[in-house]
């Protein structure tokens, strides 16, 4: 593995820089050099998986502590609403997301 060097996210500080070697499926495909933290947590095309999409701290958007969502899936500026799918109880068939993931 190449050396690299990465962003990690302090708690309650400016983020440091951690030079070493790191798979690639850890870093973040946003290109901002941080470690991968979370998976987008939305439910797609009726299935019972999620959207699963590999994000860093800078790229998730928080709904909850235990939530987030990608870019394609949080809501809107200016709106109030905050997609997370259908719920697990629906069996209704959803066309595929315009982001092409389809809930996987």
């Given at each position: 593995m190449?050396?690299?060097?990465?962003?990690?996210?302090?708690?309650g500080?400016?983020?440091?820089?951690?030079?070493?070697?790191?798979?690639?499926?850890?870093?973040?495909?946003?290109?901002?050099?941080?470690?991968?933290?979370?998976?987008?947590?939305?439910r797609?095309?009726?299935?019972?998986?999620?959207c699963?999409?590999?994000?860093?701290?800078?790229?998730?958007?928080e709904?909850?502590?235990?939530?987030?969502?990608?870019?394609?899936?949080?809501?809107?500026?200016?709106?109030?609403?905050?997609?997370?799918?259908?719920?697990?109880?629906?069996?209704?068939?959803?066309?595929?997301?315009?982001?092409?993931?389809?809930?996987?």
């Amino acid at each position: 593995m190449p050396k690299r060097c990465i962003l990690v996210d302090m708690p309650g500080g400016p983020p440091w820089w951690v030079c070493g070697t790191f798979p690639a499926e850890e870093m973040c495909p946003c290109g901002s050099g941080r470690l991968v933290e979370f998976l987008c947590d939305y439910r797609a095309s009726g299935r019972k998986r999620t959207c699963s999409r590999k994000m860093c701290t800078q790229c998730a958007f928080e709904v909850d502590p235990e939530r987030h969502l990608c870019k394609e899936h949080r809501p809107l500026p200016g709106t109030q609403e905050v997609p997370m799918g259908p719920e697990k109880s629906q069996e209704q068939e959803l066309p595929i997301l315009a982001c092409g993931c389809a809930g996987y």
